[in-house]
């Protein structure tokens, strides 16, 4: 199974254009969560997730997700970028990746066989932001016990059908189904 997380408001923005081309080209099981539209809270920074196996204790619109993520092969987190960082929406969820680690550091993880994270930015220059990319990238890799490949998608116009495009959407999409 694929988990696909979006995290832009925006129904028919960059992201969420890129995800929908993805999400049809790969044949595996896709389960979706939208974090615009839930009910998230930030990591209260109680510390019960290094007292025990299990991920977040919160109660909260991502319960389901932590569980799916559990049988999940392969994940992808979308996101805009908001002030050179990532958006709010997916800063909560990606703090609450502090779960997914033990009191030594060790991922609880051992299933996932790849992620993306995938961003889009107004501006066109795609190193521009690249090394604040790279440090989510590599936390992430290690929370989650996985390589993540790090897609940028840059520039304000509308997706069109280039090559560089089409590159990146063959790209993840190949990662995905490997
Ligand atoms: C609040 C806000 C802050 C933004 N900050 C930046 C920024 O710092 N750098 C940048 O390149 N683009 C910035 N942008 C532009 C978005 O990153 C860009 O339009 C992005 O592709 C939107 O993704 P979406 O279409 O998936 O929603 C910002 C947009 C908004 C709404």
Redesign the pocket.
């Known amino acids: 199974m694929i988990l696909l997380v979006r995290s ?3 129904k028919n ?4 254009q890129l995800l929908n081309r993805i999400k049809s080209h790969v044949e595996d099981e896709v389960k979706e969560y939208d974090l615009s539209q839930m009910n998230i809270k930030g990591c209260s920074g109680c510390r019960a997730c290094k007292k025990s196996i299990g991920y977040c204790v919160i109660a909260d619109d991502l319960k389901p997700f932590f569980e799916d993520l559990n049988e999940a092969k392969h994940v992808i987190y ?1 996101s ?5 960082e990532m958006s709010g929406q997916l800063k909560l969820l990606y703090d609450r990746h502090y779960s997914m680690t033990d009191l030594q550091g060790k991922s609880k993880i051992n299933h996932l066989k790849s992620g993306v994270l995938l961003f ?4 066109e220059n795609e190193l ?2 690249k090394d604040i990319y790279s440090n989510y990238q590599s936390i992430l890799s290690r929370q989650l016990n996985t390589p993540f490949a790090l897609v940028i ?2 520039g ?1 116009e509308l997706l069109s059908d280039t090559i560089s495009v089409q590159e990146k959407i063959n790209g993840i999409v190949q990662i995905l189904c490997d």
Do not use: I, V
């Not at 923005?13 to 969420?16: A, M, P, Y």
């Not at 889009?120 to 501006?123: A, D, I, L, P, V």
């Open positions: 832009s408001g925006r923005g960059k992201s969420n979308a805009p970028n908001y002030m050179g889009t930015q107004g501006y521009y932001y998608y840059g304000d």
